[in-house]
């Protein structure tokens, strides 16, 4: 049975292991270059200092994280979080992102974050279904903003007020 708790540096090289995939394999997160194990553990650690970074460990192995960051800079913004969420590619459909967005919304709302907003790239349906049955809605969709695997991809944005 997977648990999930929050995320240490120390997972920094499992996390890696998943989300380097997307980043290789889709157009999901637009960097391009895989991330080393150093970098995502200053990411942990910037990120903890002040929201929740979770992760879903089943037998010992992480294999899948949620996290939320600021949504953007300016003081009146501080109520409001952008989230992410991504699952080792074997631990897809089995509910852990559900289980993922549960703990981190609990988090959150302890915390007195008042919006969450969630960034998809098009297409990407089973995201568009996981954040749906969350409880967030679209509220946008931009056009052609990002270009990764010589293509245009499009972002929306679903948000979702606790």
């Not at 200092?49 to 800079?73: D, F, I, S």
């Not at 297409?123 to 293509?151: I, T, W």
Request: hydrophobic fraction near 45%; aromatic fraction near 10%; include cysteine.
């Amino acid at each position: 049975m997977p648990i999930i708790r929050p995320a240490e540096v120390d997972d920094a090289g499992e996390i890696c292991r998943i989300y380097n995939h997307y980043i290789i394999h889709t157009s999901i997160s637009f960097e391009e270059v895989e991330v080393e194990s150093a970098e995502m553990a200053r990411r942990i650690a910037e990120v903890t200092a002040h929201l929740p970074w979770l992760v879903a460990e089943n037998e010992g192995v992480v294999v899948g994280y949620a996290y939320a960051t600021k949504w953007r800079v300016r003081s009146a913004y501080r109520f409001s979080v952008e989230t992410s969420v991504y699952l080792a590619q074997d631990a897809r459909g089995l509910g852990l992102g559900a289980l993922l967005y549960e703990g981190l919304l609990e988090e959150l709302r302890e915390l007195g974050v008042h919006a969450v907003i969630g960034g998809i790239a098009q297409p990407n349906e089973a995201s568009v279904r996981l954040h749906e049955k969350m409880g967030f809605h679209q509220v946008a969709m931009f056009e052609q903003v990002g270009f990764k695997n010589d293509r245009w991809v499009d972002v929306g944005y679903w948000q979702k007020l606790l």
